[in-house]
């Protein structure tokens, strides 16, 4: 299989707190993008970083991406309860192939 | 911005029938189609890829005379789910990119059909 890992696979953190996923993946990207999904919803597309990127930030989200150890983290900065979700990240390899993580599922307590 | 539209968003069955998955692209061109499926608490599981005009290209251990692709135009794919029985319950999500866009990197995913086999 060519699905990621994502740890943790659970995480729980009162609000304001930060949260932190990580992605590994096994093949070789040209980017890895990170989806948000509300329970028994469609995804939502929150960021892109390129193979070439390192680091990238958007409002409370922060990616970096390691391409030497194939890994990806996530942080979210002073979360929010609305923030509860599973997070997914997805990488396209070259062959227009996309493959998502198996998800981390987060839980804000207000 | 883009967006993907799924019919139905819901569809009961009974074992044996056959249902249909449409994806369309409304207000862009889509020269790439994908199709997944998510059991409940998992993650996305790529069924295949199919290219406009193109025969669908299935990932291992996917059947393709079980699912049935077709993605006849740049606007619209379609899964078809043959012989339904109660383990092809889930949920199917489409997504679709436009290489020739402006953002040729992002999939838009459809809101997902939820499919229940009895």
């Known amino acids: 299989s060519q699905q990621g890992e994502e740890d943790p696979q659970a995480l729980s953190i009162q609000e304001g707190e930060n949260a932190t996923m990580n992605c590994s993946y096994k093949t070789s990207i040209n980017n890895l993008q990170w989806y948000r999904q509300n329970s028994g919803r469609g995804l939502v597309h929150l960021i892109l970083i390129r193979s070439n990127e390192r680091e990238k930030h958007s409002g409370r989200l922060r990616v970096t991406l390691d391409t030497s150890k194939k890994s990806s983290s996530l942080l979210i900065t002073a979360s929010r309860a609305a923030d509860t979700a599973s997070y997914f990240c997805a990488t396209d390899a070259s062959g227009n192939q996309f493959y998502f993580g198996t998800g981390t599922s987060l839980t804000v307590i207000p | 911005g883009a967006v993907v539209s799924q019919h139905p968003s819901r569809v009961i069955c009974k074992s044996g029938t056959s249902v249909k998955i449409e994806c369309r692209s409304l207000?862009?061109?889509?020269?790439?189609m994908f199709w997944y499926r998510q059991f409940p608490k998992k993650s996305l599981m790529l069924m295949a890829t199919s290219n406009e005009g193109s025969k669908a290209t299935y990932e291992q251990g996917v059947e393709k005379d079980k699912f049935l692709i077709n993605h006849a135009s740049l606007t619209l794919s379609t899964l078809t789910v043959t012989s339904a029985h109660p383990e092809d319950s889930s949920f199917y999500i489409c997504?679709?990119?436009?290489?020739?866009?402006?953002?040729?990197?992002?999939?838009?995913f459809g809101p997902g059909t939820r499919l229940l086999v009895l």
């Open positions: 997504s679709a990119r436009d290489h020739r866009g402006p953002r040729p990197e992002t999939q838009y």
């Open positions: 207000d862009f061109q889509a020269t790439t």
